[in-house]
């Protein structure tokens, strides 16, 4: 690992200013990403500026009766947070599903949406990787792509974001705060990350030595009948090769509002508007919901190993949603 | 006094087990290797140092981390709490007690990691937190009970490749057990939670 300066930053303006100028420095939040990609030396930062002690750890509700979500909330006090539990109930059971209990006790929620893919090609330094050393070339998409990306990828990169929180913030509409030397900005989860392409080394719409403030949903009644649910290979602790974020509000017999957003499909979470599209006004029954998700996935395209993921999302899909719908005739 | 380059190592006290250590580490060390180098605490283990296994978990401030993926400069002015801590004097800790009790170990390598998160599954737990095995998340549905998958999930971020887990999952629910029969006795438990144990 290369040395680096350790500084705790005491307040949001002097932490940016202690990153101007410097692309070699990083923000530390939980540091369960960054210190293990330090560790194999994917990321050679000469600079750490702790934002943990920032006055940004707290989740409030917004005036227009939405949250706004501190960046230095770690996962297991989003998780726990009885509005959050209440008002986004597939928000608190995507971030259970992810990591550890520890993990969640140190990870942030500003972190959670920066952390890099999991690919093993990225981590891996004595391989190419386009993301890591761009113009290299994507090992993977002739390789080991078991759990790799079906829709939004390109021959240049083939990784999925592995956040389990982003996909339901994906689903509520989150939008991003963040603050600069040149002052503060927001950014809605749906621009936030940047389309593959041919730079897939260009991941956010962040600017540079961007320092992420807040998250903040909007109102949305939708989301309090919403669910989260993950597939993965091992019961828990994993990755999942598959997962969705949905909600669904029924009215008359006919779908009023849906939201539906994929994980581990895409190098960002996945909102599914297509198949929310779809399903808007129709009766919440399997076969409209099975139909939507081929709508979704009518863009999806196939590696060797992944073609799986196909018929597991319609699966999920369908099967989540007819819960949401059951829980409603109830 | 300040360095003529910016230093890449620096004097910190760190507190463990309430004892106050005072030492110079360069950034890179983490609070694992702080502990077990420095400070000869090689209670916490050091398994895969990618935070996957979770053998090196200990508390910081009361809540349990990987210390692998923690540096050990980020670690000043909090309160470490290692497996050499938890017992009072030569009086085993409850959940210590229970793991000798009911064989939750073979090798004993991944003990001390399980041993302090067992610690705070049961602090968390009795803070009324929701997991991944809770079928209903919503504050109204109450907390749930401390059931044999509940336990499965808040532990499995501790990996034991003997393969004790049964043992340890009963472990710690007669831990559990013995935290709600005794509330403030090893642990604080809370009256709420106690309440529902006894109705259960």
């Given amino acids: 690992m290369r040395e680096f300066v350790y500084q705790r930053a005491t307040d949001i303006s002097g932490a940016v200013a202690l990153l101007d100028g410097d692309p070699q420095a990083r923000f530390l939040g939980g540091g369960t990403n960054l210190v293990d990609l330090m560790k194999a030396g994917v990321e050679r930062p000469d600079r750490l500026v702790d934002v943990r002690e920032l006055p940004l750890g707290r989740i409030e509700t917004t005036q227009d009766g939405g949250l706004r979500i501190g960046a230095t909330v770690t996962n297991s006090e989003l998780a726990a947070h009885p509005e959050v539990r209440r008002r986004y109930p597939a928000l608190a059971q995507a971030v259970l599903a992810g990591a550890s209990g520890q993990l969640r006790n140190m990870a942030t929620v500003g972190g959670n949406l920066l952390q890099r893919t999991r690919c093993a090609y990225f981590t891996d330094t004595s391989l190419p990787c386009n993301k890591r050393s761009p113009g290299s070339g994507c090992p993977a998409v002739t390789g080991e792509h078991h759990n790799h990306a079906i829709l939004g990828a390109s021959e240049h990169c083939v990784a999925v974001h592995p956040s389990d929180m982003g996909v339901a913030l994906a689903a509520f509409d989150a939008v991003v705060s963040y603050e600069t030397t040149e002052g503060g900005g927001e950014v809605a989860l749906a621009d936030f990350y940047l389309p593959v392409g041919d730079t897939p080394h260009l991941e956010t719409a962040l600017p540079p030595g961007a320092l992420i403030t807040a998250v903040t949903l909007p109102p949305a009644q939708v989301a309090s009948h919403s669910r989260y649910r993950k597939v993965r290979e091992r019961a828990s602790y994993a990755f999942a090769i598959g997962s969705a974020a949905a909600a669904l509000d029924v009215a008359d017999g006919m779908v009023r509002e849906v939201r539906l957003a994929f994980g581990a499909v895409a190098s960002r979470p996945w909102r599914a508007r297509e198949a929310e599209r779809v399903l808007t006004g129709r009766p919440p029954e399997g076969a409209a919901f099975a139909e939507a998700a081929d709508a979704e996935l009518a863009a999806a395209r196939v590696l060797d190993q992944n073609a799986y993921k196909l018929p597991l999302m319609r699966n999920l899909v369908v099967a989540l949603l007819t819960e949401l719908a059951e829980e409603t005739d109830r | ?200």
């Fill in chain 2, 1 to 200: 006094m300040a360095p003529a380059t910016p230093a890449t190592a620096s004097a910190i006290t760190l507190t463990v087990n309430g004892e106050k250590h005072t030492l110079t580490v360069d950034h890179r060390t983490t609070l694992l290797d702080a502990l077990r180098e420095r400070l000869d605490l090689t209670g916490p283990k050091k398994g895969c140092d990618q935070g996957q296994c979770g053998a090196c978990t200990v508390l910081v401030d009361g809540r349990r981390i990987v210390s692998c993926l923690e540096l050990a400069v980020a670690t000043e002015g909090r309160a470490v709490t290692t497996i050499e801590g938890v017992a009072d004097g030569d009086a085993l800790h409850p959940v210590q007690q229970a793991f000798l009790d009911l064989d939750g170990f073979q090798c004993g390598y991944c003990t001390p990691g399980q041993i302090c998160s067992a610690l705070a599954v049961l602090d968390e737990h009795a803070a009324g937190w929701p997991s991944a095995a809770t079928p209903d998340v919503r504050p109204e549905a109450g907390p749930p009970p401390l059931t044999p998958e509940e336990i499965r999930e808040r532990m499995s971020g501790n990996l034991c490749r003997c393969g004790a887990y049964v043992s340890i999952v009963q472990a710690v629910a007669r831990a559990a057990e013995h935290r709600a029969g005794h509330p403030g006795h090893g642990a604080e438990a809370t009256t709420e939670s106690t309440t529902k144990e006894s109705a259960a």
